[in-house]
């Protein structure tokens, strides 16, 4: 079974642009969930997606978004780019509609702003 | 809110070390608690996990009880490999699709 995938695996932005990054979960899973990863902050939840629909929200100012299709996958958006949105974003998917939830990450997405 | 506490590294050790990492918790419900392990460039992998109190999560080597009179859930190896070298990271989850990770502890094991 294919495990999640995410796309692009590296991307250079520049201040003020915006960016969409892609995730495709594990076939299956329902739930997906995305974090963010940088040296000073470590793992943050960004948001979680189930059937189309924002289930949880971490502590992110608006600029990031995200949506999930039919098809389980999900993309995230960051509009206005800022030089601290550097990191790297991990996608998550998840099988169970309840706990204990089992969350199989992606790659990730290196993304950089300068 | 909810927060997890790992031991501060990087913890170097010589291959075929026992291994320790600590971990603590706070969580006002009763929730599940994972380890994941990271290696470099690549996304995190689930390495073992632990639903309810005494329950004991083992893979690979690696063994972690939840502890929830100490709201611990200590990462354990007898002997480490150089493939351990990694970081690893301790998180729970109050059953959502929200996990709430520790700061990550860098393992380095040198031959």
């Known amino acids: 079974k294919a495990g999640v995938t995410q796309t692009p695996r590296y991307l250079i932005k520049t201040r003020g642009q915006q960016v969409t990054l892609s995730c495709s979960p594990i076939?299956?899973?329902?739930?997906v969930s995305w974090y963010q990863q940088t040296p000073g902050q470590g793992l943050q939840f960004l948001f979680e997606?189930?059937?189309?629909?924002?289930?949880n929200k971490g502590n992110f100012p608006g600029r990031f978004s995200g949506r999930q299709f039919s098809n389980s996958r999900s993309e995230m958006n960051v509009s206005t780019l800022e030089l601290g949105d550097s990191a790297l974003y991990l996608c998550?998917?998840?099988?169970?509609?309840?706990?204990?939830?089992?969350?199989?990450f992606g790659p990730g997405t290196r993304l950089t702003v300068t | 809110g909810d927060s997890v506490t790992q031991m501060e590294g990087p913890v170097t050790l010589s291959e075929e070390a026992c291994l320790t990492i600590?971990?603590?918790?706070?969580?006002?419900?009763?929730?599940?608690l994972f380890w994941y392990v990271q290696y470099p460039g690549e996304g995190l992998q689930l390495l073992l996990k632990?639903?309810?109190?005494?329950d004991k999560g083992s893979n690979k080597g690696f063994e972690a009880t939840y502890r929830k009179e100490t709201t611990s859930f200590h990462l354990e190896k007898g002997s480490v490999q150089v493939s351990d070298s990694a970081v690893y990271f301790c998180?729970?989850?109050?059953?959502?699709?929200?996990?709430?990770f520790g700061q990550g502890t860098t393992l380095q094991v040198k031959p």
């Open positions: 998550a998917s998840s099988l169970q509609l309840a706990g204990p939830y089992e969350q199989y």
């Open positions: 076939s299956g899973h329902r739930s």
């Open positions: 997606y189930f059937s189309e629909t924002q289930r």
């Open positions: 600590n971990c603590t918790y706070t969580a006002t419900g009763y929730p599940s």
């Open positions: 632990a639903t309810k109190a005494d």
């Open positions: 998180a729970l989850s109050e059953d959502t699709g929200k996990l709430i």
